[in-house]
């Protein structure tokens, strides 16, 4: 009688409660149950990513790499090799994390903003220039509306024709 094999792979972190882990579609790269992972986006074999965890379409997920619970990989960022992305952290559009780079808990780094290789990012830092915004007045989070003018309405006339002889003297005054 032949064995059969599971698709999955079981890690038992709390003692009684196992977490498992399945093989994505593009690299074979894991993921646990409870991520979501786009199927565009690529997560090498030996790559993991935990429970919470979004990585967006694009996006890269080298080897050796680590995205922990709740951390968000945007779209067409990359996480280096043997890079981790700490709980709670978001990597911006199309962001670099370097070679052995650790972002710790709940950072933040901006669209296309690069962590160069073997950083330590500590937790709560801010790396670039972020969208969100910074406090949360009401203010702040949403300004007062202030009017605008209306754009200036194009006559209702048909262009005049200049004569070529008028715009060549035009050229030679400037």
Known sequence: MARRRKKYIEI???????????PHVLGGGLVAEGAVVD?????????????????????RVSSGSWVAEDAFVDEDAVVGTNSCVGRGSRLGRGARLGMRAILG??????????????ERVPAGAVLGVTQEPVTTSATAVNPPAQRVPAPAKA????????????????????
Not at 12 to 22: F, M, N
Not at 40 to 47: D, F, G, P, R
Not at 105 to 118: K, L, M, N, P, Q
């Open 39 to 59: 199927p565009q986006a690529y997560v090498h074999e030996s790559a993991y990513v935990d429970p919470g965890a979004r990585v967006l379409r694009g996006a």
């Open 12 to 22: 038992e972190e709390v003692p009684g409660k196992p977490l498992r882990y399945w």
């Open 155 to 174: 006559a209702d006339k048909p262009a005049q024709r200049v004569p070529a002889r008028a715009k060549e003297l035009d050229r030679s005054a400037a």
């Open 105 to 118: 808990d709940r950072v933040r780094v901006a669209d296309f903003h690069t962590v160069d290789a073997d």
